[in-house]
């Protein structure tokens, strides 16, 4: 019998000093645009009214509310898992510091505030 491959999924995910903040599953909303488009499609033939487009990815909004509340040290990153969403979301409320660590060494960088302290320290 084959081993069931657990399915690799992307997210995006933002957090500040007080928790994880927004997770997106980037997977789930380019499936709901492919649908659309072709939903779309299918409407324009048949001269029917057009579905309502799906929200798109809400990248730039994150940005502009981290960019705005730097003092909150926002941080935003994409990355692949084979966890499902409420396992991430879990990981974040029970100990985010491993789990933000793993996905600073493991994700993209987009945006980020933080900054780690390279400097000796001079005794």
Do not use: C
């Not at 500040?16 to 649908?35: C, K, P, R, S, T």
């Not at 799906?54 to 003092?71: H, T």
């Not at 991430?88 to 060494?105: G, L, T």
């Amino acid at each position: 019998m084959p081993s069931k491959k657990k399915k690799v999924k992307h997210y995006l995910a933002m957090w500040d000093m007080m928790g994880l903040e927004y997770i997106f599953d980037v997977n789930d909303a380019m499936h709901e645009i492919d649908q659309w488009e072709k939903q779309k499609i299918v409407s324009i033939l048949k001269e029917e009214r057009e579905p309502v487009k799906p929200k798109g990815i809400p990248l730039q909004m994150m940005i502009l509310r981290a960019r705005v509340n730097s003092q909150r040290s926002y941080e935003i990153y994409e990355f692949t898992s084979t966890l499902d969403i409420n396992t991430i979301r879990n990981e974040f409320a029970k100990d985010p510091q491993p789990i933000v660590n793993w996905i600073r060494d493991n994700g993209g960088k987009i945006y980020s505030d933080y900054v780690k302290s390279e400097r000796k320290m001079i005794v």
